[in-house]
């Protein structure tokens, strides 16, 4: 069983940055993808990026390239969404994913707020 929790969001005006965090519980996070996903009000949730098991390889939705940045260290056990160029399109609930034989595990995600 794994448990994820994802930490650091919070108000940031546009074109500010913010760091958000997801530590993951149990013993097989290194094994596993992680992925990062936004749900903004009233829309469905959407991928954000994620990043493969080495952290060795990074894909990104189109509407955050070249803006956001995922990284992990294993031996923490964390994965790292790095934000920057934030704009009001950005406000949304933040969640990490990892899929192990098909069953999805989600954190309870973390509000980011970009103001105008």
């Known amino acids: 069983h794994v448990q994820l929790v994802e930490s650091g969001g919070g108000l940031v005006q546009a074109w500010g940055s913010l760091r958000l965090s997801c530590a993951a519980s149990?013993?097989?996070?290194?094994?596993?993808?992680m992925g990062w996903f936004r749900q903004a009000p009233g829309k469905e949730r959407e991928f954000v990026g994620a990043?493969?098991?080495?952290?060795?390889?990074?894909y990104y939705a189109d509407s955050v390239k070249g803006r956001f940045t995922i990284s992990r260290d294993n031996a923490k056990k964390t994965v790292y969404l790095q934000m920057n160029s934030l704009t009001p399109e950005d406000t949304a609930n933040y969640y990490c994913?990892?899929?192990?034989?098909?069953?999805?595990?989600w954190g309870t995600g973390t509000l980011v707020t970009v103001s105008s």
């Open positions: 990043i493969n098991r080495s952290g060795g390889s990074t």
């Open positions: 994913n990892i899929s192990i034989y098909g069953m999805d595990y």
């Open positions: 149990g013993r097989t996070f290194s094994r596993y993808a």
